[in-house]
């Protein structure tokens, strides 16, 4: 297993949903404005890069982003909604070693009131039924955890291990890229069905070891998530790897470090320099010096990934710890 740097192609911020706790849809691009795929040719070989959006099938020309990435990408990651069932399919059929994650926030009457959509977990869940059909295994479900879905957690994690593919989480975040500075989720209850959802991770009923363990990677994730939901103070994660694990361009070719500052730190655009000189530029050391002291205390996976790889040893033990701990009956040690 390798560290690979990581970057996010934000290629929309069209979206078909209105989901309440991102208000990209509230701030869409003009299709007209956003960045040719032939830019993404600048990027170098041996990326893991992330499509996303808004819902970037909204895109006419996502195949021609995907055949261009394709072949250079250390992995290929397509986030979506699921809506578009049909071209979703057929960039699994025709790019097969790609990861696709669909968006879920909950069972039907809560994913599709926080999404604003109607019968969206029907497009969902008939996408990953037609995508199980395909060559491309790498799948699943993600959920953004938020004060309101925390009840359809376990239900959500159930479904994925019935069909037998991923779920991916990630926690509600205010930033430049969310359009949001209001979401919040600390609470009581939250945290304890927060546990109970961390508890079945670490007592994994998937088949397979290699699906065993990768619960277990997701609940030392959540460990970063569990305590932020509590409150405490920074400097229980790991330094943040934004602009050197990983980065982000956003719909018009800005190339920015992270999406969870208050504002766009940007550091050059990919139309108008080459990646390699936006990335070693001035602006850049300017910015890493931002991000080496922002306070925000995101709880990315990015982050956690990188570390995980670099220092195994610190998820082993408490994996193993707090499996210990489940068997005898105790709670969770954060």
């Known amino acids: 297993m390798k560290t690979r740097i990581q970057g996010s192609l934000i290629t929309t911020f069209r979206c078909n949903a209105k989901c309440n706790m991102c208000n990209i849809w509230q701030h869409q691009t003009q299709s007209g404005e956003e960045i040719a795929h032939t830019y993404y040719e600048k990027l170098p070989a041996g990326l893991r890069i992330n499509i996303t959006g808004g819902e970037p099938t909204l895109r006419k020309d996502i195949d021609d982003i995907f055949r261009i990435l394709y072949p250079k ?31 879920l926030e909950g069972l ?18 008939r996408t990953m039924l037609e995508l199980k059909k395909t060559k491309c295994k790498n799948i699943g479900f993600s959920v953004v955890i938020s004060p309101d ?25 205010n930033s430049w890229y969310f359009h949001k500075e209001d979401n919040k989720i600390i609470s ?21 070891l290699k699906n065993k363990l990768k619960d277990y990677g997701r609940a030392f994730f959540n460990k970063s998530i569990h305590r932020r939901l509590r409150g405490d103070e920074p400097g229980y994660r790991p330094p943040c790897g934004a602009l050197t694990d990983f980065f982000f361009i956003d719909p018009w070719g800005n190339v920015s470090p992270c999406n969870g ?4 730190w940007i550091i050059g655009n990919i139309k108008e320099d080459s990646f390699e000189n936006i990335m070693q530029s ?15 205390n995101c709880a990315f996976i990015v982050t956690e990934r990188h570390d995980m790889l670099r220092r195994p040893w610190i998820p082993i033990v408490w994996i193993l710890k707090n499996k210990l701990r489940i068997a005898n009956g105790k709670n969770i040690c954060w």
């Open 282 to 296: 001035d602006k850049a050391k300017e910015i890493a010096e931002k991000v080496k002291n922002c306070d925000r």
């Open 73 to 103: 990408a250390s992995l290929l990651e397509l986030s979506t909604n699921g809506f578009y069932t049909k071209k979703i399919v057929d960039l699994a059929n025709k790019y097969p070693d790609i990861l696709i994650r669909v968006s």
């Open 188 to 208: 009581e209850e939250a945290l304890r069905q927060h546990e109970e959802f961390v508890k079945a991770l670490l007592t994994s009923k998937r088949r397979g």
């Open 108 to 125: 039907p009457s809560q994913n599709d009131s926080k999404r604003g959509t109607k019968d969206g977990f029907d497009h969902a869940l």
């Open 261 to 264: 500052s208050k504002e766009e």
């Open 149 to 173: 879905n925390y009840g359809d957690l376990l239900h959500l994690y159930d479904l994925c291990v019935a069909l037998d593919v991923e779920l991916g989480n990630s926690v509600v975040h």
